[in-house]
């Protein structure tokens, strides 16, 4: 079994930071690709960020220069680093992570979601 378990969300102001956290832990072989989504309410789900295993990293307009993912392979954890936060940025985030539980197979995984609320 695998699991992943957010944590770090939170109620901050305007222009405020907050750091997410997701851990995998199971029956894991290796970790792929990990990233960060979000979906608020009466929206779908939209992609955050994303890092491979070698570290490189993919952001959408709407974030890039304020939000910053990583990884600790060690860890099996992937973070991400908000800055700059604004009203629309509110939503659930969910961690996703492509695990492989041996060398020939691989699937998606997802967190439980973690609720960030940024207001006055």
């Known amino acids: 079994q695998v699991q992943l378990v957010e944590s770090g969300g939170g109620l901050v102001q305007p222009g405020g930071s907050l750091r997410l956290s997701c851990a995998a832990s199971g029956n894991i072989f290796s970790i792929s690709n990990m990233g960060w989504y979000r979906q608020a309410p009466g929206k779908e789900r939209e992609l955050v960020a994303t890092?491979?295993?070698?570290?490189?990293?993919n952001y959408p307009d709407s974030v890039k220069g304020r939000f910053t993912i990583s990884r600790d392979n060690a860890k099996n954890t992937v973070y991400l680093q908000m800055n700059s936060l604004k009203p629309e940025d509110t939503a659930v985030y969910y961690c996703?992570?492509?695990?492989?539980?041996?060398?020939?197979?691989?699937?998606?995984?997802w967190g439980q979601g973690t609720q960030v609320t940024v207001s006055s």
């Open positions: 890092i491979t295993s070698g570290g490189s990293t």
């Open positions: 996703n992570a492509y695990i492989l539980l041996r060398p020939s197979l691989v699937q998606p995984y």
